[in-house]
């Protein structure tokens, strides 16, 4: 008989449409034709889902007491006896009730496609065993029912029903997931944006990890062995040489360039354990690889360029990263082609970067002009081509002689003579000239093995070999010297661009140019000291004898050079240097200026602030208090007791309202100044929130409460948290339209806490959020009777001083949420 089919609708939380797919799809496979019924769905009360039930027949429930509570389950036996051709079975990962056939919904499904019943069902990310901690860590909650990995991807097809995070977020708001009490609460724990972000990457790239392994299982069913480059997948080798760090960083950014990129770094050794990099250094290139979230392998093989390519081709990589080899160039002409050309030669359809470092001495520097225009090892190499291929011509030639072949043979000679010129210039050239002429009239003019010359063409054929060497070899030489000119030129190009793109990027100019004039002229040490003497920028070390020169740059310091002296070429580069360091120094010390000019623009913003809420907010109650205590102190003035007890309470609560201004300004520039006195200690959330109400005399008609009665208690300071919910509350009931009520939430994510503040007011749009945070701003508010503006500005240092935050969020239907968040004392005490 043959088993059903398992196709499983993945999402990232709750709300995203799962059950309403998976309906709809019973719908239209119902249309079709097909024989679908409903096994169980979970409607949860939304509309929505529940519209889609109708026209499916739907095996009924069967019902199981537990613990006096009546539970409904899926009646297995119910749709075996039914047979249809499809099953819909919602929440795959739910548990059964006791007393079922199977603890797991999971195992009932297992039992319906041995029947050969095909199931539509349904599963959220955070229920896969696998994901079960990273998820907790995401969103702080602890999943109870989970469901293995091995059964989801043995399912025949997975679909990801994806919803981005804000428009879940819009529908929960709209009442479309959970009742209406329950949204604020789901808004701010479970449903926050970072959350529902961090669970739809987890299901997206689960999913990708799924068809990837599902790619290799048809690739190798089918004996494909090139790879297919649906993804990048970058391999980086190491040999446990200092260039490591240099490739891992290469390969992590080229990895990043796409989405879902993999790093990999591969480690070859040896069978018989030589050749083996440097433990310490592999060790810390291991502990960044895993740092860059790559993972690190070692393979043991004698063969290395074939072991990384075979490695690459395993794992289906797109990108193969290599340093350039540490070896010099005589050791390279010795032992042949290195592992890079190697690698390069059977790579076929992966891309290799072979990667410079310093290692390698592949840092920037500036061609040499001086000495000759060719090298010395050119020269000895063409010595050596004119002893070596000399005498192996001859012979090659005495060997074949005719009478006739006198032609050939000094064509042959001449022949060597070009390519001696061409690779090691004039003296190697006149010297197999005269080797080779001399070898003509001894072994091939008449008379034979003798230096005389009987004809005397023989002494002019003699000097056209060395005119033609010289010609030769003369221009062999000027090209030389043309071609490292240009590069000569090319590199100071490459550096005055380099040193104008520094000044460019502003602050790391002076450094920047400091290592590069380092690199150019290949120094020891370059320092720029200021004209106090002390060390702006540096880069290398002075030399152990001290030498060094002073390149003066303006009147900002002095440029100090440590190494051999420079020719005129390079001193002409070095006044363009210096130059620039002193455009970027002055730019430097421009940006600093403007720095403490925008730092004295605020403290005048600031002070224009205090001085315009002083000149109302403290005058209206001290005014109120002198007249009150003038009018006491009138001598003739007839009072009765009622006046004089009212003169008494507006001098007592005029300065009851100057105290209060007072201890506010005094508190925020505790707080500016980084002085704030905290006392930590554990504080109930909910004796802080009633002590607020009481402080504001709110009513039940103003204030609604949701506070968590397992709310742990939290790590602040009880007097400072309480004037943060005072303030916050006060506001709030401040700008709640009339007839509806503030309403106070707790909760806990995880470690931490939340006291939420929600009013459904005006709200502040998004770009403004900052500013209610700033001191003596009201906001564009004209009503001056509330105070300085230090309200929420003192809430938010408070907070932060207690070490947690403060924060303002759109409340669903419109106004403002104030969360309060800060860490529970039961975290603190586990943390110590």
């Known amino acids: 008989m043959r088993r059903g089919r398992l196709r ?57 007491t537990h613990r006096g509570v009546s539970l409904t389950e899926m009646d297995l036996d119910g749709v075996l006896r039914r047979r249809p051709e499809v099953a819909l079975v919602d929440e795959l990962a739910h548990t059964n009730a006791p007393g079922s056939h199977h ?73 479309s997931i959970y009742p209406t009490e329950r949204i604020d609460a789901a808004l701010s724990n479970y449903f926050r944006l970072g959350n529902l972000t961090a669970l739809r990457e987890l299901a997206l790239l689960w999913l990708a990890d799924e068809v990837d392994s599902a790619l290799k299982d048809y690739r190798a069913e089918h004996g494909i062995d090139s790879a297919w480059q649906t993804r990048e997948r970058v391999v980086v080798t190491l040999t446990g040489g200092p260039e490591g760090e240099t490739l891992l960083r290469r390969g992590a950014r080229i990895a990043a360039r796409s989405a879902g990129g993999e790093l990999l770094a591969v480690h070859v050794t040896r069978q018989d354990g030589l050749r083996t990099g440097h433990p310490e250094l592999l060790a810390a290139q291991r502990a960044l690889v895993e740092s860059l979230g790559g993972s690190y392998h070692q393979v043991v093989a004698d063969d290395v360029p074939r072991a990384l390519v075979e490695f690459a081709r395993a794992h289906a990589a797109t990108q193969l990263v290599i340093g350039v080899s540490r070896r010099g160039r005589l050791a390279a002409a010795l032992t042949g082609p290195g592992i890079g050309a190697t690698v390069i030669r059977e790579s076929g359809d992966i891309d290799v970067h072979i990667v410079t470092h310093s290692a390698a001495g592949g840092r920037f520097a500036l061609p040499r002009i001086t000495g ?54 004039i003296w190697p050239a006149l010297f197999a000239a005269v080797l080779s002429g001399l070898t003509l009239d001894i072994l091939f003019v008449a008379p034979l093995y003798t230096v005389e010359v009987s004809d005397p063409l023989h002494i002019y054929a003699l000097l056209l070999y060395v005119a033609g060497a010289v010609v030769v070899s003369y221009i062999v030489d000027q090209a030389a ?20 793109g520094n000044v460019l990027r502003g602050e790391s100019a002076v450094p920047a140019l400091v290592s590069r004039t380092r690199e150019a002229f290949g120094l020891a040490g370059v320092r720029m000291l200021a004209p106090d003497g002390h060390v ?6 002075p030399l152990a004898d001290g030498r060094h020169i002073d390149v003066p740059v303006g009147r900002r310091g002095v440029l100090e050079l440590n190494g051999d002296d420079l020719d005129v070429s390079e001193r002409r580069l070095l006044d363009v240097i210096v130059s620039q360091l002193d455009a970027a120094l002055e730019h430097t010390d421009l940006a600093e200026t403007a720095a403490a000019a925008d730092a004295l623009v605020e403290t005048d913003q ?25 009018g006491l102190r009138s001598p003739g003035a007839a009072m009765t007791d009622d006046d004089r007890r009212e003169l008494l309470a507006t001098a007592d609560e005029s300065l009851e309202t100057l105290s209060a201004l007072v201890t506010d300004l005094l508190d925020v520039s505790r707080v500016q100044a980084g002085v704030l006195a905290v006392s930590l200690a554990p504080v109930d959330a909910a004796d802080v929130v009633l002590s607020a ?53 707790t909760s806990r994510l995880g470690g931490i806490a939340q006291i939420r503040v929600i009013d459904h007011g005006p709200g502040v749009i998004s770009e403004r959020r900052d500013e209610i945070f700033t001191p003596f701003q009201r906001l564009g508010d004209t009503d001056n009777t509330t105070g300085l503006g230090l309200g929420l500005a003192l809430s938010k240092g408070f907070t932060e001083g207690m070490g947690g935050t403060l924060t303002a969020e759109d409340t669903p239907g419109g106004g403002l949420t104030m969360v309060i968040t800060l860490p529970t004392a039961d975290r603190e005490d586990g943390e110590r």
Not at 29 to 48: C, K, N, Q
Not at 107 to 133: K, M, W
Not at 381 to 396: M, S
Not at 716 to 736: E, I, S, T
Request: hydrophobic share 45%; charged share 25%.
């Open 8 to 64: 499983v609708l993945l999402g990232a939380a709750p709300g995203v449409g799962k059950t309403y797919e998976m309906l709809e799809e019973g719908r239209r496979l119902r249309g079709d034709g097909r024989d679908v019924v409903i096994a169980v769905v979970e409607t949860h009360g939304r509309a929505a889902t529940l519209a889609q039930t109708e026209g499916l027949p739907e095996v009924p429930r069967i019902t199981a």
């Open 103 to 175: 603890e797991k919904r999971w195992q009932d499904v297992r039992d319906l496609l041995d029947a050969g019943i095909d199931v539509i069902t349904t599963v959220n990310i955070q229920h896969i065993e696998s994901l079960n901690g990273v998820v907790e860590k995401i969103t702080g909650v602890v999943q109870r029912e989970t469901i293995p990995d091995s059964v989801v991807r043995a399912a025949e097809q997975i679909e990801v029903v994806d919803l981005a995070p804000q428009s879940l977020r819009d529908r929960l708001s709209a009442g």
């Open 372 to 425: 000759g225009a060719l090298s010395v090892r050119r020269r000895v190499l063409g010595f050596a081509l004119a002893l070596v291929c000399g005498p192996l011509l001859t012979w090659l030639l005495v060997s074949t002689r005719t009478p006739e072949s006198i032609t050939i043979e000094v064509l042959a000679y001449q022949l060597l003579v070009v390519l001696v010129a061409l690779v090691g210039g």
């Open 481 to 500: 010297r043309r071609a490292r000119s240009a590069r000569r030129s090319e590199a100071e190009a490459e550096l005055l661009a380099t040193v104008a």
């Open 536 to 541: 702006i920028a540096a880069d290398g070390e």
């Open 606 to 630: 600031v002070r224009s602030a205090l001085l315009s809420a002083l000149s109302h907010d403290l005058r209206r109650p001290l005014a109120a208090a002198v007249a009150a205590v003038s």
């Open 693 to 745: 109400i009481d402080e504001l005399d709110l009513g039940p008609g103003s204030v609604e409460l949701a506070l968590d009665p397992d709310l742990p208690l939290l790590r602040g300071d009880g007097v400072l948290l309480q004037r943060v919910v005072v303030n916050v509350m006060a506001n709030a009931a401040r700008y709640a339209p009339p007839g509806s009520r503030v309403r106070v939430t």
